[in-house]
């Protein structure tokens, strides 16, 4: 099985500007969550898809958008970047509920 | 709400020492709890679950729901268990939400 894939690997954006990250979910996966890492914090639950739709949303306002493709594949979009949202985004895939669920390395995001 | 606690950030002990990361949770429903682990450099990866029930790298974890609590155990520690440790819950209400603590690491001294 291949893994789940995430890029970029880093990357640093400036304030008020938009970024897309994406994912390769695991073969055979059909769910796919995005998550937030702050440092020093644990994972917290963005949003997450289901068959191409939305199943799911954290606490995160509506600028954080997200997209699954037919292959499964997924895209995190985050508009009018702002510092605090400089963080570690893991992407993780699972196939149906009750299985198991596997992460990204994630793509660390550098607002300045 | 749901909510996952690690009361330790950092924890060390010494080689073939035991070990116990602590984690308790407040939950509504009927909990399903996760250990999470990220070694060096790694990505974030499963551990263990309580329902499965097993061991694990020799690491054990026990549901206390009278206590709200899912803490990782391991008798005889060893120097590669050093790691970030995180325990997770499991929404079942709809989505596969994970709740996350905010993670332990463990340091094992030679």
């Known amino acids: 099985e291949t893994g789940v894939t995430q890029s970029p690997t880093h990357l640093i954006k400036t304030r008020g500007q938009q970024v897309t990250l994406r994912c390769s979910s695991q073969?055979?996966?059909?769910?796919v969550s995005w998550y937030q890492q702050a440092l020093g914090q644990g994972p917290q639950f963005i949003f997450q898809y289901y068959r191409e739709e939305e199943n799911g949303r954290g606490n995160f306002p509506p600028r954080f958008s997200g997209l699954q493709f037919p292959n499964y594949s997924s895209e995190l979009n985050v508009n009018a970047l702002e510092l605090d949202d400089s963080a570690l985004y893991l992407c993780?895939?699972?196939?149906?509920?009750?299985?198991?669920?596997?992460f990204g390395e994630g793509s660390w995001l550098t607002v300045v | 709400a749901q909510r996952v606690t690690q009361p330790e950030k950092l924890l060390s002990v010494f080689k073939g020492a035991p070990v116990e990361l602590k984690c308790n949770y407040s939950y509504s429903g009927s909990p399903e709890l996760f250990w999470y682990v990220q070694y060096s450099r790694q990505r974030l990866q499963l551990l263990l679950r309580?329902?499965s029930r097993e061991s694990i790298k020799g690491f054990t974890a026990d549901l206390n729901k009278g206590e709200t609590s899912f803490h990782l155990k391991k008798p005889f520690a060893q120097e590669e268990d050093s790691a970030m440790y995180y325990c997770?819950?499991?929404?079942?209400?709809?989505?596969?939400?994970?709740?996350f603590g905010t993670g332990t690491r463990l340091t094992i001294i030679p």
């Open positions: 073969s055979g996966h059909n769910t």
């Open positions: 993780a895939s699972s196939r149906d509920r009750g299985n198991t669920i596997y």
């Open positions: 309580h329902i």
């Open positions: 997770a819950l499991l929404s079942n209400f709809g989505n596969e939400k994970l709740t």
